[in-house]
């Protein structure tokens, strides 16, 4: 678990009529075993607040402070495309990210691939697996490494629908039973409603425009009839924020 806190948080890309506002004046504060979700349209900062929050880019100006039971928080990241290893095998693309190679380290890795479902893929290579199992692996490496807190990234938009669901299922699991904190980003407001506690909404310019919570119980089926209103009612919030045309 891990608090996060962002104040005043700026970011700029280029210079002068190249300028582009990514974020602007962005607070946040995401405390302890909670699902976040970002949401809104594309181009709107979502990424780089997740990058500015993992140090992958630099804020113009602001604070970001993430911390875990005092000291810096251990983050970790899954981007919207696995990223894996073509050359190395399944567990070997786990393996790698951890600077032990000891036998715990491969126990543990084991055990994070047996909760995505590939507990018998260990020895294949990424090329011989489907984009979905490949997405799996992915967010499996980003557990084993046992992190404090896990950015995500749109995980699920290059996949089918069926892959998608059953691996917000898993995700779903893996965080009630790993009690982590995720700061989870996504254009789709039904996935977001599935998932998340809290829901903050982003708009164009980097700013946001709202933050709402998301009182359900789990895990959450999206043709239940109250998941279908709390997903109709942020939609609603959205146009009359006139973020739907994108
Ligand atoms: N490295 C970069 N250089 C220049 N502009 C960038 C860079 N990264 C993002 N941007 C711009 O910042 C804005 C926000 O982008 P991004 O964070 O990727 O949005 P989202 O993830 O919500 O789609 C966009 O206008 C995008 O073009
Ligand atoms: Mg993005």
């Excluded at 113009?60 to 875990?68: A, C, D, N, W, Y």
């Excluded at 491969?106 to 047996?114: I, P, V």
């Excluded at 700061?183 to 709202?210: C, M, P, Q, W, Y």
């Excluded at 709390?230 to 009359?240: I, M, N, P, S």
Aim: aromatic residues 6%.
């Amino acid at each position: 678990m891990a608090d996060i806190r962002v104040e005043h948080l700026h970011k700029e890309f280029g210079t002068g009529v190249e300028k582009v506002v990514a974020l602007d004046d962005v607070n946040l504060d995401v405390s302890g075993h909670v699902f976040v979700s970002v949401v809104g349209p594309s181009g709107c900062g979502k990424s780089t607040l997740l990058n500015v929050l993992t140090g992958i880019e630099n804020p113009t100006r602001g604070k970001v402070e993430i911390t875990h039971e005092g000291r810096d928080a251990f983050p970790g990241y899954v981007f919207q495309s696995p990223r894996l290893l073509p050359w190395r095998s399944v567990m070997d693309n786990l393996i790698f990210v951890h600077k032990d190679r000891s036998k715990e380290t491969r126990e543990r890795c084991r055990r994070y691939l047996g909760m995505v479902g590939l507990e018998d893929r260990g020895s294949k290579y990424p090329g011989e697996l489907s984009g979905g199992m490949q997405q799996r692996v992915g967010i499996a490496r980003a557990f084993s490494t046992e992190p404090d807190v896990l950015f995500m990234d749109e995980p699920f938009s290059h996949l089918d629908a069926i892959t998608a669901r059953s691996l917000r299922r898993e995700l779903h699991d893996m965080w009630k039973a790993t009690k982590k904190t995720v700061l989870f980003v996504t254009h789709d407001v039904g996935e977001a409603v599935e998932l998340s506690n809290r829901i903050v909404v982003f708009a164009k310019g980097g700013t946001i425009k709202d933050d709402i919570t998301v009182d359900l119980p789990f895990p959450r089926d999206p043709a239940d009839q109250d998941v279908a209103i709390a997903k109709a009612d942020v939609l609603r919030k959205f146009e009359e924020l006139d973020l739907i045309a994108t």
